[in-house]
């Protein structure tokens, strides 16, 4: 337990760091390949946080949260989750390597814990680990090591993602799952290997782009998924104390995870299946109502504590982002939407 808190102490102290002097997180050095260290090879398990069948962060349960009697449904579809950033501590690099042990256990306990862990249940679950880019590189877009550094992490997002096709999914309906920089490398996956290609789409469940800039309209043939049952399509939200406007997220797609529609009715936190701290201690029915406003899902400013916000310094505007919790927040309700996809797609491809 004194490493948990220390981890979880870790990460709560990065959110801080943000509001206080960001430069302490650029990289020593320019971006490097080398650097970076090898490449992760997919055939080998050590390289994903999750597989079916190995011992994983995303199996731990909140505390009275039951598991469910297994259905046909559950076994049928896939997850594929893509974790957002864990490394935020200054070690020289913008790409995190593969050998940071520290790292890993960070990831599986935040990420896979708080986040995966509501898609356990859902179908067969597949996270990999990656050379994920430095914070640092979503502040500092101008800096000529910035892109390299994602279009490295993508890369590997890239390779596992093929792998799992060729050897793992063997033409099963999957979900792709993200938060934060994960979305950033979700969202290209879907451009350069899910929209123009009929049987990956065919085959996509829902994709939940959450964290990020997506746009309604982003993809050709994936639609914004406009209700609970819907497939096919995206979904996606920032999160926000209410009142909170900020002009460069107009007119991004906000889905409603309390009654997952496109509109700006307000649904009040009767909806709300329960939220998950972070510190994963307790479920928390009615946590928050949601509304959208303007390309954010605002939230409640007061609730049970464990849900922190996220200042960014310079963006008064975003100081009561949510971001951390995106996931959290809604926990129960995104589980039980997700379960509930996989039902309808089955049904409706089983004719």
């Known amino acids: 337990m004194g490493v948990r808190k220390m981890m979880l102490g870790s990460m709560l102290g990065a959110v801080t760091l943000l509001s206080s002097c960001l430069t302490l997180l650029k990289p020593a050095h320019h971006f490097s390949v080398k650097s970076a260290g090898p490449a992760p090879d997919y055939a080998d398990s050590a390289t994903w946080a999750a597989l079916p069948g190995h011992r994983t962060a995303a199996r731990q349960r909140p505390p009275g949260l039951p598991r469910p009697i297994p259905t046909p449904a559950d076994t049928v579809a896939d997850v594929f989750y893509v974790h957002p950033t864990t490394y935020f501590w200054r070690l020289g690099y913008w790409n995190a390597p593969m050998r940071l042990r520290r790292l890993r256990h960070y990831t599986d306990l935040t990420c896979l814990r708080n986040q995966a862990s509501l898609f356990y249940d859902v179908g067969r679950l597949y996270a990999p680990r990656y050379r994920q880019a430095t914070l640092y590189s979503f502040f500092a877009p101008k800096d000529p090591s910035a892109q390299p550094a994602l279009d490295l992490a993508y890369a590997d997002v890239k390779a596992a993602f093929r792998y799992y096709l060729a050897h793992y999914n063997h033409g099963r309906p999957f ?134 916000h996220l200042h960014i310094p310079g963006e008064k505007a975003l100081s009561a982002s949510y971001h951390i919790v995106d996931y959290n927040l809604f926990y129960l309700n995104v589980r039980q939407n997700a379960r509930a996809r996989v039902r309808v797609w089955l049904k409706a491809n089983s004719k």
């Open 175 to 308: 979900i792709l799952a993200s938060h934060s920089q994960g979305t950033t490398h979700a969202q290209r996956l879907l451009h350069e290997l899910v929209d123009d290609n009929p049987q990956l789409r065919k085959q996509l469940i829902a994709a939940y782009l959450v964290g990020r800039k997506v746009k309604p309209d982003e993809y050709q043939h994936l639609p914004a998924l406009r209700d609970s049952l819907q497939t096919g399509g995206i979904i996606g939200w920032n999160t926000a104390t209410r009142g909170t406007d900020f002009a460069p997220y107009h007119g991004l797609l906000v889905t409603n995870p309390l009654t997952w529609t496109l509109d700006s009715a307000a649904a009040p936190a009767s909806l709300n299946r329960g939220g998950v701290p972070l510190t994963f201690k307790r479920i928390d029915p009615h946590v928050t109502g949601a509304q959208i406003h303007r390309g954010l899902l605002w939230a409640a400013a007061q609730h049970p504590p464990g849900y922190r």
